[in-house]
């Protein structure tokens, strides 16, 4: 699966911003963007890449990092192989590249794991300025 992601850009805290992350999958039959769960992460400068939120395509569970629960919501529409990050009450610690994601598993202990995803797109910078 190709990814691709984009809407990132500077906003002030308390600000929203929707990212949106648009899938390849190919030609293959039977292989469409619905087979796979989603994910996005960031990586802020000089950290380690962190889980943001996943959705599974199995059970259309979501799950979310502690840190953005309550702010961020994911959603995905795969009739146009798109999965989005909705961004709100944005604060200057949510400044970080953001990547989006896609994985063949579908549980709750894989889809939280970084290295559970097979697929990336490259980032797109969010800018929280306070």
Do not use: H
């Amino acid at each position: 699966v190709q990814l691709q992601a984009f809407g990132g850009g500077l906003v002030q805290a308390g600000g929203s911003l929707r990212l949106s992350c648009t899938a390849s999958v190919g030609t293959e039959i039977g292989r469409t963007f619905g087979i796979y769960s989603v994910g996005w992460s960031r990586q802020a400068p000089g950290k380690v890449r962190e889980f943001v939120a996943a959705k599974s395509y199995r059970s259309g569970d979501t799950w979310y990092a502690k840190a953005v629960k309550g702010r961020f919501t994911l959603s995905r529409d795969n009739a146009r192989n798109t999965v989005f990050l909705q961004m709100d009450s944005l604060k200057p610690e949510d400044t970080a590249l953001y990547y989006c994601a896609a994985s063949g598993y579908y549980s709750y202990s894989d889809l939280t794991s970084i290295g559970r995803y097979d697929d990336w797109g490259q980032g797109t910078l969010v800018t929280v300025s306070s």
